[in-house]
């Protein structure tokens, strides 16, 4: 028997966790009272973690650093890189990535942490290189709120990098760090389908929402630009040069791009999914994505991993470029401010031995 396909959900299995010793299948599924409940609701998982900030090793990424204070993500992107990390805490990187968020509540004072020690020199923080600080749960928790407010307090630099609306909640205090030149923003926008959206990020915000996110940033003179990634070709890599030219009108400043990999459990969740879904085109796509990897659907090697090769990948990046170009120009580079970093006590008093 076919299972039903679970919406409001990305991924439609749970992968095996390679770290775990026990793998639970449904082999009888007509053998149950009832079958398992793939879009039951979201499970919070508290945790008082030991570190927020983390060293980024890798060279394909522009920040030094990165911090998230939420570990998998309701939105339920189905390409998402990060679905692997979920197994390092013992869960798959499939429905269970999506359902069992675990939620960093001491995360801001372990930021504050982390700024009053003395060895501690300002660089640029990329808030959720990993999972959305906005997603669905940080409403009512307002973590990042707490983050962006130790932020201003110190007097930090951050890049924000998010797909949720709820990111104007806090524009008063990303309006206090524009001034400063102290953050950059950028909005991910995939497609401008709303029906593709909806099956490729089925917990996110419209397209129309991103780009109003967009335009009352620009407003308030908060820089900010889009991401268009990833790249699949063959699902939205014709939509580019909308997707840009729309955020061009809306104020936005810069963009950026990757091509999609697909590495790890994230492979077998993607091909489930895109075999759903385009049953008529799924073949040429899995196969113009392996084209992009040197035949592979992933590609571990620094500088070639996210940009991908050959020629369905350089048509590609040209495109980017062109629409780069004629909708955004050359605009001047953001530059953080890294010299007025100040690390007050924790009621607030400068340290005047510092």
């Known amino acids: ?58 060279p394909d990424v522009y920040s030094a650093y990165s911090m998230n204070p939420y570990q998998g993500c309701e939105h339920g992107c189905i390409y998402c890189y990060a679905r692997n990390a979920h197994e390092y805490w013992g869960y798959s990187a499939g429905m269970d990535f999506e359902k069992k968020i675990i939620v960093k509540q001491n995360a801001p004072k372990l930021l504050e942490d982390c700024f009053q020690n003395k060895n501690w020199k300002p660089t640029p923080i990329m808030l959720s290189g990993n999972t959305d600080c906005y997603q669905p749960t940080e409403r009512k928790l307002k973590i990042t709120r707490g983050i962006l407010e130790v932020l201003l307090k110190y007097k930090h630099p951050v890049g924000i990098i998010t797909k949720n609306s709820l990111i104007i909640r806090d524009i008063d205090i990303l309006t206090e760090l524009a ?43 908060i820089p900010v630009g889009v991401m268009t990634a990833p790249i699949i070709p063959g699902i939205n890599s014709s939509e580019i040069p909308a997707i840009i030219e729309q955020v061009a009108l809306n104020g936005g400043r810069t963009a950026g791009m990757t091509i999609v990999r697909l590495n790890g459990a994230i492979a077998d969740i993607f091909h489930d999914w895109l075999y759903k879904n385009f049953p008529d085109r799924a073949d040429k796509v899995w196969s113009q994505i392996k084209e992009c990897h040197g035949g592979q659907v992933n590609d571990s090697r620094y500088g070639t991993r996210m940009r991908g090769e050959g020629k369905i990948a350089e048509s590609i990046k040209q495109m980017f470029k062109w629409a780069k170009k004629k909708y955004m120009g050359d605009k001047d580079k953001f530059e953080y401010d890294l010299s007025i970093f100040k690390r007050p006590s924790r009621d607030g008093q400068l340290d005047l031995f510092d």
């Not at 570190?51 to 090793?57: A, L, P, Q, R």
């Not at 030149?181 to 909806?198: A, G, P, Q």
């Open 179 to 221: 001034k400063l030149r102290l953050v950059h923003v950028m909005v991910s926008i995939t497609s401008l389908d709303n029906d593709l959206r909806l099956m490729m990020e089925p917990r996110t915000t419209t397209a129309k929402q991103r780009l109003k996110i967009i335009h009352d940033l620009s407003l308030n003179n």
């Open 1 to 58: 028997m076919e299972a039903e396909y679970s919406k409001g959900r990305g991924a439609q299995i749970n992968t095996h966790n390679k770290f775990s010793q026990f793998n639970y299948v449904t082999e009888h599924i007509e053998g149950l009272d009832e079958e398992w409940d793939i879009n039951s609701e979201t499970e919070l998982i508290f945790a008082d973690a030991k570190t927020i900030v983390n060293k980024v090793e890798s």
